[in-house]
C-alpha cells in the first residue's frame, strides 16, 4: 500500500532541495555579473554583488558571518541589510 504521508514529504524535501540550489545558482550568477561588471566600466558592480551575497547568506553561514562583521560598524547598513534578508526570506518562505 502507498503511504501518502511519506510520499508527500519526500516531495517537499525534493522541491526544498532544488530550492536551495536554485537560490544558489541565481546568487553566484548575480556574484559573476558583479564580477564581469569590474572589467565594465558603465555596469554598476555593487548594485548587483549585495543582492547576490544577501542571496548567498541565506544559506551559507559563512557569508551571513562575513556581511555581518563587514556591517557592523555601520549599524544603519546593518539593519537594511538585515530587512532585505528577512523580506528575500518572506518571498522564498511564505508563512501560510
Known amino acids: 500500500?502507498?503511504?501518502f504521508k511519506s510520499a508527500y514529504n519526500d516531495l517537499r524535501e525534493n522541491l526544498?532541495?532544488?530550492k536551495r540550489v536554485l537560490i544558489a545558482c541565481i546568487a553566484l550568477v548575480f556574484l559573476a555579473v558583479a564580477v564581469i561588471g569590474l572589467l565594465i566600466p558603465l555596469l554598476p558592480t555593487s548594485?548587483?554583488?549585495i543582492p547576490g551575497l544577501i542571496l548567498l547568506s541565506l544559506y551559507s553561514p559563512t557569508v551571513y558571518a562575513f556581511l555581518k562583521q563587514k556591517t557592523q560598524s555601520h549599524p544603519?547598513?546593518?539593519s537594511r541589510m538585515d530587512r532585505i534578508r528577512n523580506a528575500f526570506i518572506n518571498f522564498i518562505h511564505p508563512s501560510s
Do not use: C
Open 1 to 3: 500500500m502507498l503511504d
Open 16 to 18: 526544498k532541495t532544488r
Open 76 to 78: 544603519k547598513l546593518q
Open 47 to 49: 548594485l548587483i554583488a
